[in-house]
């Protein structure tokens, strides 16, 4: 691929109508030649700020959470977005996983994601981290293939 090749010059951004929206001034994805990004994903649900399996003190922190259902949902909210943005599951190429608690979550999210990706084996990093955003266990950041990319 060449800087004067059509599919270098292909940048666009995606917003899917199905995905939680950002919770900052970014797009759900961006496609850069046949490469598709997501930015940060996590497993809240489209229109509220509530997040599966997550239950809140009043002030807005943890008190309990189900690392397995905000693993279901984070998958299914990184479908609609790649499926929205016209690639598909079977395309996703590389997957960053943020835990914040990898000792207590890693066992149960390798065992739903070994479910969710039976039939694609993308490259994949997990990594602990203190905190995200917004009161969640579990983040992805993707990339997918789109396009005529040859499989």
């Not at 996703?92 to 999210?109: S, W």
Request: glycine share 6%; charged share 30%; with cysteine.
């Amino acid at each position: 691929m060449t800087p004067n090749d059509n599919r270098y010059k292909m940048n666009k951004e995606f917003h899917s109508d199905k995905a939680p929206e950002p919770v900052g001034l970014y797009p759900h994805a961006r496609r850069v030649g046949d490469l598709l990004f997501l930015s940060g994903v996590g497993p809240r649900k489209r229109g509220t700020d509530s997040i599966p399996g997550v239950e809140l003190d009043e002030n807005g922190e943890i008190v309990f959470y189900d690392i397995e259902e905000q693993c279901r949902s984070v998958f299914d909210n990184v479908r609609s977005i790649v499926e929205s943005a016209g690639s598909s599951w079977a395309r996703i190429v590389d997957v960053t996983v943020f835990l914040t608690n990898i000792k207590a979550d890693f066992e149960t999210y390798n065992k739903v994601y070994a479910e969710y990706f039976a039939d694609n084996r993308p490259c994949r990093t997990t990594v602990e981290i203190s905190r995200l955003p917004t009161p969640i266990a579990i983040e992805l950041k993707v990339i997918a293939t789109i396009g005529d990319v040859q499989e």
